[in-house]
């Protein structure tokens, strides 16, 4: 949080874990992870769901000028 809010940054895109996400954030920070085209994690699985299934995913992210259009995570299927 400090490290963000430290150098105003707006958007974070990881891929370490290879489990996709979007997130926003408190501090107007969007934390984006695309997951992997080729080798899926599948997200944690929660309590009263189905278990979670790893797909192969990449992310798209729109922006125009200084704004975030649209994000999305695209499923290319089972791996």
């Known amino acids: 949080e400090g490290f ?42 929660k309590p009263g769901f189905l278990k979670p299934v790893a797909r192969n995913t990449v992310l798209t992210l729109n922006i125009d000028k200084n704004d975030v259009m649209s994000t999305f995570i695209v499923s290319l299927g089972t791996s």
């Open 4 to 45: 963000m809010k430290k150098y105003e940054l707006h958007i974070i895109i990881c891929g370490k874990t290879h489990i996709p996400i979007i997130k926003g954030t408190p501090f107007n920070t969007l934390l984006l992870n695309p997951g992997s085209p080729m080798k899926p994690k599948p997200p944690p699985p």
